[in-house]
């Protein structure tokens, strides 16, 4: 029997396994297999306008409570910080004076009365003897003259009486609209009202309340350009708290200004937020969400999925072929976690999300749904947004 070496065997062993896997790839139609990529397939839609902004929150509306006659304040007859009613009793001022001044305005009237009475009688005696030219017609003429002058001194002395009622009525101060009362300005036995309407508290309506906040000229230019006509509804706004959870209660749009203002270079806008709870205060700063209107034929890629380069933004998308192909795209914005784009796709394009790395433009690859919990395995978080429109797809 003839001994064979051992490395001669194992040469031999090595070329049969090589020669092997040769015949199997070459029975397979050879070369490796193409990679897998997940795709994720667009389609356009009407795509919400959405910007992330910076406001502040104002009252509804706000009242100065002033002391409108002169006196000496007595007392305050509300708690500082509640809310009251429009009409309530906010402050007392001292009353004598005024009451003393209707006093001597009833007197006044009563006596412009007298002094028409008499005028009146004087007046109608001489209409009656005129005729028979018992009186001159001078005398005629000054007894209707001082009926007329006495009926209009009964006048001015009533509305001189209405006048001090009126002053009396407001040594009660009341709430001028039902909110917020605030901190009192004036305490008691200061002298208000003396030259100046003296400021006393401020009542601030918070529900609802406004979010005032401001958009640059460009931004408006680009939400003009791209909104779909202008039945788009109104606009929405959603209020970030500063804990940065989402206020519960949507907001709508109900001002825009047409003036830029020269020392931002922005427009003011304003939104009304219902506030039934109280749980926003003015004067707070919140971030918005604020949605202006709606794109038309627009496309939503998960973020993964565009690239940049110095000729623009692409995408990878496998065709028909089943080749990699290389799609130049504008891409407008990021919204929800997605680019939005707005021109370089087509309806049924498959863009690569993940495997990118793998996939070059004119060589095969193998289409696969895009499963965004592995991409978010392999290549961090996953807009929900993006998860959402792969799962109806």
Not at 27 to 45: N, R
Not at 83 to 110: H, K, M, R, T, Y
Not at 218 to 242: C, D, H, S, W, Y
Request: proline fraction near 6%; glycine fraction near 10%.
């Amino acid at each position: 029997m003839v001994m064979i070496p051992r490395s001669v065997a194992l040469a031999a062993a090595l070329a049969f396994a090589l020669s092997a896997c040769g015949g199997k790839e070459q029975a397979q139609g050879g070369g490796m297999p193409p990679p897998e990529v997940g795709v994720v397939k667009v389609k356009p839609d009407n795509v919400e306008l959405q910007k992330d902004l910076v406001g502040r929150l104002a009252p509804y509306r706000s009242a100065d409570v002033r002391a409108r006659v002169p006196g000496v304040l007595k007392r305050r007859l509300y708690e500082e910080g509640t809310d009251v009613q429009a009409g309530q009793v906010l402050f007392q001022i001292d009353p004598d004076q005024l009451q003393a001044s209707l006093g001597q305005s009833q007197a006044a009237l009563a006596s412009a009365e007298a002094t028409y009475a008499n005028a009146k009688a004087a007046a109608d005696r001489a209409r009656r003897l005129a005729p028979a030219k018992f009186v001159s017609q001078s005398d005629l003429d000054n007894a209707l003259a001082a009926e007329r002058s006495s009926s209009a001194a009964v006048k001015q002395a009533q509305a001189a009486l209405a006048d001090a009622r009126i002053n009396l009525g407001y040594a009660t101060v009341r709430a001028p609209i039902s909110g917020r009362a605030g901190k009192q300005q004036v305490t008691e036995g200061a002298l208000v009202g003396q030259d100046t309407a003296t400021l006393l508290t401020t009542v601030d309506q918070i529900d609802p309340l406004y979010v005032n906040f401001s958009v640059s000229v460009t931004e408006l230019e680009q939400i003009r350009r791209t909104r779909t006509g202008a039945g788009t509804g109104e606009g929405k706004v959603e209020v970030i708290l500063p804990d940065g959870t989402a206020y519960q209660r949507m907001g709508t749009m109900d001002f825009s200004g047409d003036v830029v203002d020269p020392a931002t270079g922005a427009i003011a806008m304003r939104a009304r937020i219902p506030n039934p709870d109280k749980r926003l205060l003015p004067g707070t700063y919140v971030t918005l969400k604020a949605t202006l209107g709606e794109q038309g034929n627009a496309y939503l890629v998960p973020q993964a999925g565009l690239q940049r380069d110095a000729r623009s933004a692409f995408v990878l998308v496998v065709g028909n072929d089943g080749k990699v192909a290389r799609k130049d795209v504008v891409a407008d914005r990021v919204q929800t976690g997605n680019w939005v784009i707005s021109k370089g796709l087509a309806a049924g394009d498959q863009v690569i999300v993940s495997g990118i790395q793998r996939a070059q433009p004119g060589q095969p690859a193998k289409a696969t749904p895009w499963k965004p919990d592995a991409t978010a395995t392999a290549e961090g978080p996953v807009p929900a947004a993006a998860a959402k429109d792969q799962a109806k797809d």
